[in-house]
C-alpha cells in the first residue's frame, strides 16, 4: 500500500495567487481529513469528508479556503486568494470508518510558503 | 467542543530513563484516544491508541493508561532511545454527526540525550 499520498512536497508562492494541493487516500478508505498544522496552532483540523461527502467544514478558516472530492481516489484543498499567514504544513489523512473508530492514516504533507 | 490539554510542551531525558506525557480531555463522550508520533519534517504515525472501555494498553517500551473518571489520559516511554525524540500528540475522539470527531492536543517535544 502506497499510503496517503500528497502533492506538491512544497510550494512557495506569492501572496494573492492561487494555491492547489492535492490528496489522494488509501484504496478502500472512505474517509479523508484536511488538516494544517503551525506551531503555534498545532494540527487543526479544516474539514472532513465520508465517502466523497463533506461532512464538517466547520474547521475552515474563512472564504478563501475550499476542498473538493470528486471521487473516492482524490481531493483537493484550494486556497485563493493566498496570505502570508497561510504559511503551514497541511496534511491530508485518511481512515476506514466503521463501527467503532478506526486511526488516521497521514500523508507526507504540504509545506505551503506564502511570501 | 472537545478541548485537549496536553503537558509537558517539551520534554528532555537521558537516554534510558522514562518518559510520561500526560493529557487531559473535557467531553466526558469521547471513546477513543490515539497517540501519534512525528519525527522531524515527516508525517504523525499512530504509535498506540485505547479505547474507554481500556484502562491500560502496553506494546513493548511503550504504554498508555486512561482514567475516564478524572478524563486524563498519558503516554509511557521506558527505557528511552535517541530514536524516540520527536513530537507526541495525543487525541480524544468521539462520534458526532455519525463520525467520530478528533480533537489533537498542542504535541509535546521529547529530546532524548544520549
Known amino acids: 500500500d502506497a499510503g496517503v499520498i500528497q502533492s506538491p512536497r512544497h510550494e512557495v508562492t506569492e501572496m494573492g495567487q492561487e494555491v492547489t494541493l492535492r490528496c489522494k487516500p488509501i484504496?478502500?478508505?472512505?474517509?479523508l481529513f484536511w488538516y494544517r498544522q503551525t506551531m503555534m496552532r498545532g494540527l487543526e483540523l479544516l474539514i472532513y469528508?465520508?465517502?466523497?461527502?463533506?461532512?464538517?467544514d466547520s474547521g475552515m478558516p474563512e472564504d478563501r479556503f475550499s476542498a473538493k472530492m470528486p471521487n473516492a481516489s482524490f481531493s483537493t484543498l484550494k486556497i485563493q486568494p493566498s496570505e502570508p499567514r497561510d504559511s503551514a504544513v497541511y496534511f491530508c489523512?485518511?481512515?476506514?470508518?466503521?463501527?467503532?473508530?478506526?486511526?488516521?492514516?497521514f500523508g507526507d504533507g504540504t509545506r505551503l510558503s506564502i511570501l | 467542543g472537545e478541548n485537549v490539554e496536553q503537558h509537558p510542551s517539551t520534554l528532555s531525558v537521558q537516554e534510558g530513563d522514562s518518559a510520561v506525557i500526560k493529557c487531559t480531555y473535557s467531553?466526558?463522550?469521547?471513546?477513543?484516544f490515539p497517540w501519534y508520533k512525528q519525527e522531524l519534517g515527516k508525517r504523525p504515525q499512530l504509535i498506540i491508541d485505547?479505547?474507554?472501555?481500556?484502562g491500560e494498553k502496553k506494546d513493548q517500551r511503550i504504554a498508555v493508561t486512561l482514567n475516564k473518571t478524572a478524563k486524563h489520559f498519558s503516554l509511557h516511554i521506558t527505557e528511552t532511545q535517541p530514536e524516540d525524540s520527536a513530537v507526541y500528540f495525543c487525541?480524544?475522539?468521539?462520534?458526532?454527526?455519525?463520525?467520530?470527531?478528533?480533537?489533537f492536543g498542542i504535541g509535546t517535544k521529547l529530546q532524548v540525550i544520549p
Open positions: 489523512a485518511s481512515s476506514f470508518t466503521r463501527q467503532g473508530y478506526q486511526p488516521q492514516h
Open positions: 484504496s478502500g478508505h472512505n474517509s
Open positions: 469528508f465520508n465517502n466523497n461527502v463533506p461532512i464538517d
Open positions: 467531553d466526558s463522550a469521547s471513546n477513543y
Open positions: 485505547i479505547r474507554s472501555n481500556v
Open positions: 487525541a480524544a475522539s468521539k462520534e458526532s454527526g455519525g463520525y467520530q470527531k478528533v480533537t
